[in-house]
């Protein structure tokens, strides 16, 4: 794979796997602990932060940084801004750069985000997931409405950049409730929403539960009917969807995430975290974009950093079609799509990932556009139509390789 | 060559699990023909797929030397038969080349259809015969009452039957002294010409084509210049021999003998099964009567699932009908499914071997078509001539008549399900032509479209009567019926690999049956998907697809990727099981599952 002439963005990922409790929905990396030792987690993280810098092919300007979780927003705020400078020491940070940490919405951590500010942080993502107290407790949260507004309104005093999460389509939700909701947090005029249809995925206890015959959440049909409506609802209310399950104003949309989309690199650091990034380029002469997955459990990742200086436990090298499929899969996420020009200019000849006569059957039934120019004057000449996004996992395998 | 008064030639009559296999096994230890460390289970079923089963595909034979009471050496050849009623020709093969049978019966099972007809059979052949009672060791035996069955429902005077259990031993010093006490020796003239029967033949990968044969009159010698009597070719014997059950090559093999030759046979097609052998310089009056040609009666189509596979496939085929005459094979195309064969077999099990061989052995994935039975068509013109494939059916203004096959089937059930057994019987168009009780047993005797059991008839069999029922059947006569062809429409075109020809009677319920299954096996698609079912241009049931409405990964972050290449890689997969018919993606399954009915 021949080397782009300008590098992609860099970005930082901080895994912070700690909850204060297992949410039945969640499979992400998230341990119920209170004996570990935070400080010495921050200094493993500055260490295996090192350790990848050096893997890479050059040292660029970061771009964005996001606190991750688990619950990032029980970090102790030293140790938040002891990683956020030693990332600006080894990296150096672009004038623009986003810094986001999820955060729950309880009014403990609304007001630990004032700290997290002045650490350096400038956005933050609560995941308020409901405005119904039902929901919530159905989704096994432990806060209620109530406090969650008054957790955000705390927060919106050090913060403009601010997203919120909800999550919709739990079975029984009717368009009318959703439509509530959506309104509601519409009302709060916040610049980013990240709505998530509720997916029940392997190793929760939602996935037991629904094994065991529970209905959680809607049926596809349903489901699509309340995706049509919060496309409807959120672009008449300046909140457009510029990827699945995101929405913001043009000039909100979250960077870090755009980089994940657009397939720029990444670094990914902490337990259980995933990199993607452009290596050194003589240690692999023809693959060059690594990707690295680091060991899940806290501990065992802790001694591997103290002991080695990183936690990775798996390392991929992907080739052209590899990184192609990447870019395209994700790229077709967002409203704006891909250009398929700049991949071809990456990863070679179109004909060795995409299948051509498939894309033209797509653009006929209505899944895919071509030649839709975007205001940000980026050319991208392959995009998913309202109707094909809702069905992009098919389209997908339809058109690759 | 051995005192033909010392001969005794058997074969074995059991039903699947009775313990068949494992009997012979115990004859063949206790006569030492082979060692402990030697003794797989299961001597005699060598195929992977018959021991797993534990069926008996190919009869297999093996001569023992038993000393016995009366102090002299006997030579026994055991021939052991499938209990399968798809191999029921290989039975009566068997039982042409032996005096006597085993019949061995599960004391706590007792008499199953399939041992009944086999032990008609052998009593037609003037066999003496031997009754066992197997597993006599289990709690669960009840020897009389299995006793006063085997003289109720066969009519055998079982008041001698041997107590056995292959398990412990008991019982089979008894079973070698009846074989030899009871079983008539063969008779036959070692000076008259030479007159041989041959039982059957198959290829083997170090020793070419086995000819079995059983000797009736005259001696069979290395060197010596034979003659097939009904194919007319001559050969030179190579090698005379006897399953020990090792091959061991002896000298001649004389009157009442059986064993093996090898003679030059290039193909086991030019080794007819039947066939008389004879000494080209001295050769006999009359050829034996031969055996009924086993003529494949269940045809179905395969299909590579990759269509690169085609030809492998055919190299797959040829082989196996190296080893089994008894299937048919010719090249189809279908609109659906591409390029494959139209294969033709003795009955359901038998395709199921084939089938499974091929993926076992060839490492093929097929796709199979629902099996159809071979209908006789007249047309106006007064042509004739046999139907194979649904899809081939003439245009019906230009039929005459079609005729489909009968059949008469035997069923033995617990009278606990007789009810149930008989309206399935009733369902199927069946004739009730006989019905007795034996005990707390029914047995009913039905004559049945071969089309209505062809399918799933035995699979519904087994789950109404909880496994209990045994079921045999034998062709009965064509008879001419009211059939028509079933066409399936995928967004309105014809799928051929999906038609069938069913009583114009259950025409509509059938159509419907298979939309609604084709609803719950094709996945939804991008568009609405319209099945119908016609009987030529009318529309007889529908069932419509909705189209997909989402199919999108909620969240998909950085640390989501991998996982989500691996859900691409297994959506591309999934896709390559499927087959494209117009845009529609059909899944392979469907096109076997879709016909079957299920409960109805």
């Known amino acids: 794979m021949p080397v782009s002439d300008t590098n992609p963005d860099l970005a930082l990922y901080i895994h912070w796997p700690f909850c204060r409790q297992k949410c039945p929905y969640c499979d992400f990396n998230s341990h119920v602990r209170t004996t570990h030792d935070s400080a010495e987690f921050g200094t493993a993280l500055c260490l295996e932060m090192s350790y990848m810098a050096k893997m890479l092919a050059d040292r660029r300007a970061l771009t964005s940084i ?9 970090m102790p705020p030293a140790v938040i801004g002891k990683i956020i400078a030693h990332a600006e020491k080894i990296f150096g940070f672009a004038p623009t750069i986003e810094i986001t940490a999820e955060a729950n919405p309880t009014s403990v951590e609304a007001k630990i985000m004032t700290e997290f500010y002045h650490a350096g942080v400038n956005r933050v993502s609560m995941g308020v997931q409901s405005l119904d107290n039902d929901i919530l407790k159905f989704l096994g949260r432990e806060h209620d409405v109530a406090e969650a507004l008054s957790a ?17 389509a739990t079975a029984g939700q009717t368009l009318n409730d959703w439509q509530n909701t959506l309104s509601q947090a519409l009302a709060f005029d916040l610049p980013h929403l990240s709505l998530y249809q509720l997916t029940i995925e392997p190793g929760t206890v939602f996935y037991t539960r629904q094994r065991n015959g529970e209905t959680l959440n809607l049926d596809d049909d349903h489901a699509a009917d309340l995706f049509e409506l919060t496309q409807h609802i959120t672009a008449a209310a300046g909140l457009p969807a510029y990827e699945i399950s995101n929405h913001g104003k043009p000039t909100a949309q979250c960077q870090h995430n755009m980089n994940y989309w657009r397939a720029g690199d990444w670094i990914g650091i902490g337990p259980g975290a995933h990199g993607r990034f452009t290596i050194a380029a003589d240690e692999y002469k023809n693959l060059q974009r690594v990707g690295t997955a680091t060991r899940r459990s806290p501990a065992g990742w802790l001694q591997s950093v103290q002991k080695t200086g990183h936690g990775i436990d798996n390392r991929t090298h992907d080739g052209a079609d590899a990184f192609a499929a990447e870019m395209i899969m994700m790229g077709l996420r967002l409203t704006t799509g891909v250009s398929i020009q700049q991949i071809e200019t990456i990863c070679g000849p179109r004909g060795e990932w995409l299948d051509d006569a498939a894309v033209t059957q797509a653009i006929e039934d209505g899944w895919l556009d071509r030649n839709q120019s975007n205001d940000s004057g980026m050319v991208t000449d392959l995009r998913a139509t309202d109707a094909g996004r809702l069905r992009l996992n098919h389209i997908i395998a339809m058109i690759l390789r | 060559m051995t005192d033909i008064s010392h001969i005794r030639n058997f074969s074995i009559i059991a039903h699947i699990d009775h313990g068949k296999s494992t009997i012979a096994d115990r004859l063949i230890q206790s006569c030492g023909g082979l060692s402990d460390r030697e003794m797989k289970q299961q001597v005699l079923d060598s195929m992977d797929i018959e021991r797993e089963r534990g069926i008996t595909i190919k009869a297999q034979t093996v001569r023992l030397d038993y000393r016995a ?17 798809d191999f029921g020709y290989e039975v009566s093969r068997s039982l042409s080349a032996c005096e006597g049978s085993l019949l061995v019966v599960d004391a706590s099972q007792g008499v199953e259809a399939q041992t009944l007809a086999n032990v008609y059979q052998a009593i037609e052949a003037d066999h003496e015969i031997v009754s066992v009672l197997n597993k006599i060791d289990l709690p669960a035996a009840e020897p009389e009452r299995v006793k006063a069955q085997i003289e109720e429902v066969i009519g055998l005077d079982a008041s001698d039957a041997i107590a056995a259990s292959a398990k412990t031993g008991q019982g089979i010093n008894d079973i070698l002294e009846a074989l030899v006490k009871k079983l008539p020796a063969p008779t036959g003239d070692s000076e008259a010409p030479l007159q041989a029967l041959l039982v059957d033949s198959w290829y083997d990968a170090y020793l070419g084509v086995m000819t079995l044969v059983r000797v009736r009159h005259g001696v069979l ?4 210049k034979i003659r097939m009597m009904a194919t007319g070719a001559t050969h030179v014997i190579e090698r005379v021999g006897v399953f020990a059950p090792k091959p061991v090559a002896i000298d001649s093999l004389g009157p009442g003998e059986i064993g093996f030759i090898n003679a030059g046979v290039k193909r086991v097609a030019d080794a007819k099964v039947g066939d008389t052998i004879t000494e080209e310089r001295r050769q006999c009056e009359k050829a034996l009567p031969g055996f009924a040609p086993s003529v494949p009666v269940v045809f179905c ?8 596979d085609f030809s492998t496939l055919r190299d797959a085929l040829e082989k196996l009908s190296l080893n089994d005459a008894s299937f048919s094979f010719e090249a189809e195309t279908s609109a659906a499914l591409g390029f494959g064969f139209r294969c033709g077999f003795l009955g359901l099990l038998h395709m199921e071997v084939i089938r499974e061989r091929l993926s076992r052995e060839f490492d093929l994935d097929l796709i199979s078509t629902a099996p159809s039975v071979v209908y006789q068509m007249e047309m106006t013109d007064g042509k004739r001539f046999d139907l194979h494939n649904p899809a081939d059916m003439p245009d019906v203004t230009r039929l005459a008549s079609i005729e489909e096959p009968w059949i008469k089937a035997t069923i033995m059930t617990p009278d606990d399900f007789l009810g149930s057994v008989l309206t399935l019987c009733t369902e199927r168009r069946g004739e009730q032509l006989d019905l007795t009780y034996a005990g707390n047993r029914a047995m009913v005797v039905y004559r049945l479209p071969l089309n209505e059991v ?17 079921f045999d059947y034998a062709l009965d006569s064509y008879r001419p019926g009211d059939l028509v062809k079933v066409s399936i429409l995928v967004n309105g075109d014809p799928v051929d690999a999906l038609s069938m020809i069913v009583h114009r009677d259950q025409a509509e319920g059938k159509g419907r049956a298979i939309c609604l299954r084709l609803k719950d096996l094709v996945p939804r698609q991008m568009f609405k998907v319209a099945l119908q079912a ?34 691409l890689e297994k959506q591309k997969e999934g896709k390559k099981k499927m087959r494209q018919f117009g845009k529609v993606d059909i899944p392979q399954n469907a096109f076997f599952e879709a016909l079957k009915m299920g409960d109805n």
């Open chain 1, 152 to 168: 955000l309104d705390t927060v919106r005093h050090s913060f403009d950049n601010l997203s919120i999460d909800l999550i919709y």
């Open chain 2, 69 to 85: 009471k009366d102090g002299k050496t006997y030579v026994l050849n055991l021939m052991d038969t499938p209990g399968h009623v």
């Open chain 2, 221 to 224: 010698k290395k060197g010596m």
């Open chain 2, 534 to 567: 016609a009987i030529g241009g009318k529309v007889i049931a529908r069932e419509t697809i909705a189209a997909l409405r989402k199919d999108v990964t909620a969240k998909c972050y950085g640390g989501d990727i991998t996982r989500k290449k691996k859900l």
């Open chain 1, 66 to 74: 996001f606190f991750g979780g688990g619950t990032p927003s029980l």
């Open chain 2, 454 to 470: 062809v399918f799933d008839f035995y699979d519904r069999l087994k789950s109404i009567t909880r496994g209990y029922a045994s």
């Open chain 2, 301 to 308: 189509g395969l299909f590579p699932v990759d269509t690169n």
